[in-house]
């Protein structure tokens, strides 16, 4: 069997997982398949070339209205007037540049009444004091790390502060707008450590993680699938997908892991349970540490399969399947949370972002999963699909880990008695179909032989001619030289 061209649906070639612009960092489908770094250049272009355009109009516009003016000058009266619409397109003019740079980077339409309904969907006080709580915490254990750093720490601290005062008044700006504030900070942060504090790369890193926690635990509340966009839909959708898509087995996704064994099947249960935990953690870092968790158990789960470590290939479908099978909470929110608030680095390189490009190119597959991927055919796969029948409800991960063996042994043979059955339907409904397709032929030779012998009728001859006469019309038969006669050659 050729696992290879079976799985084509699901391969994915390793350079896919790669920035577009072949800077080497990991891309992201959220930045259109850029890096970070590269997403950010392009980012600024476009937006330097929209204010660019704004600026054009508007100053086309003030030429216009100047002209206007200068030749009703002229007339009195009409002066006033003139100026007071003057001034009242300048102001419109100033609103819709605002509202097309706005509109350029965000996707959905803004909503006015952002903060009542955010704190409409505050949770419940004994919740808000947890979280209070754990902010607490957070920045005790902040400070005391900041003390190991000396003076450059009560600079981080400062410039920390200083970043959550201008997020605070921020709160109205698009989330791109704010990510990007976040992104500048991380990169201005780590830059001054390193140049003006001269901290050890190791330490720059040690401190990069930390200056996350303590930002993002205070700007989940306000960032994390914000009401401006529109993560929460995206959410609803790919959950909606994924439990449409419950039928799926493991051997449709070729995925190399035997649940049958303990061991694999403990680390599948692990697996799960670690991308279904990312919800629940605050910190982007936090959230990438349970896909990375969640990645180790899957490499594992393969390796005792296979008895050989797993590859990349064996990697991603079985990433599927473990998504497929979790269902994951807020999925969208949280990648997208990821993409937009965690510190770049950690995305374009290293495990945590190898990992979570393979997540982002996972939920990428799920949303466009199709017969083909499956190895289905197209009417098994809508049967499936809207739930008429299912491929096989016996499957060994739907029974319950303590069923008795003699059930499961009859549930497996009705599994095949099924399976016979089916297989059954299947030769004679082909029999029949041969049979008709045999009678066809019979009949078609049939009338084509009518069809022929129609067209050309046998017609014998009566015997009427001698054989001898057969070249008796042949008048030049005279001229023709004597036959040639065998003669004894004597020498
Ligand atoms: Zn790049």
């Known amino acids: 069997m050729n696992l290879k061209s079976e799985r084509r649906g699901i391969h994915v070639d390793q350079s896919e997982l790669l920035c577009k612009k072949g800077c080497g960092y990991y891309g992201n489908p959220a930045w259109q398949g850029f890096c970070s770094k590269c997403w950010r250049e392009e980012y600024h272009k476009a937006r330097q070339k929209q204010i660019q355009e704004d ?98 720490g009560q600079d981080i601290y400062k410039q920390c502060k200083l970043f959550l005062d201008t997020m605070n008044h921020k709160k109205d700006l698009s989330i791109e707008e704010q990510s990007e504030c976040a992104q500048d900070f991380y990169q201005n942060v780590a830059e001054k450590l390193q140049t003006r504090w001269k901290v050890s790369p190791e330490k720059v890193e040690k401190a990069m993680d930390q200056i996350e926690k303590f930002i993002m635990t205070r700007q989940y509340k306000y960032v994390f699938c914000p009401e401006t966009t529109d993560d929460e839909k995206k959410d609803l959708a790919v959950q909606k ?112 972002g190898y990992y979570f490009t393979n997540l982002c190119c996972a939920v990428a597959f799920i949303e466009k999963l199709d017969a083909q991927s499956l190895n289905l055919s197209q009417e098994d796969f809508d049967r499936y699909m809207s739930g008429q029948t299912s491929p096989k409800k016996q499957e060994s991960d739907s029974w319950s880990p303590d ?57 014998i001859k009566p015997k009427n001619q001698a054989l001898a006469a057969i070249d008796s019309e042949n008048v030049e038969n005279d001229k023709l030289p004597p036959p040639l006669q065998p003669q004894v050659y004597a020498g």
């Open 55 to 152: 600026w054009e109009l508007a100053e086309r516009l003030q030429r216009e209205e100047e002209e206007a003016y200068a030749s009703s000058q002229s007339t009195q009266g009409a002066q006033s007037l003139t100026f007071s619409k003057f001034e009242e397109k300048k102001t419109n003019e100033k609103t819709r540049k605002v509202t097309t740079v706005k509109k350029f980077f965000t996707a959905s339409s803004r909503t006015g009444a952002k903060k009542e309904i955010q704190e409409a969907k505050a949770p419940s006080p004994s919740i808000n004091r947890q979280v209070s709580i754990e902010t607490d915490r957070v920045s005790k254990e902040f400070i005391e790390f900041l003390k190991t750093y000396h003076k450059p």
């Open 241 to 352: 997908r994924i439990r449409a898509l419950h039928w799926v087995t493991p051997q449709m996704l070729c995925v190399p892991v035997n649940e049958e064994i303990p061991e694999v099947s403990d680390m599948v249960v692990k697996a799960i349970t670690d991308i279904i935990e990312m919800d629940s953690k605050r910190v982007p870092r936090d959230k990438l540490a349970c896909i990375t968790k969640c990645s180790k158990h899957i490499f594992n789960a393969i390796k005792i399969t296979k008895n050989e470590p797993a590859s990349a290939d064996d990697f991603l479908p079985t990433l599927i399947y473990i998504v497929l099978k979790g269902n994951p909470p807020r999925l969208q929110s949280n990648i997208q949370y990821i993409t937009r608030f965690c510190n770049p680095s950690r995305l374009m390189t290293g495990e945590d």
């Open 403 to 459: 069923m008795c063996v003699g059930v499961k042994q009859m549930y497996k043979n009705l599994d095949l008695l099924y399976q016979l059955n089916e297989r059954q339907e299947r030769i004679v409904s082909e029999a029949k179909k041969l049979e008709k397709d045999l009678i066809d032929w019979t009949d078609g030779i049939t009338k084509e032989v009518q069809d022929i012998v129609e067209k050309y009728p046998l017609e």
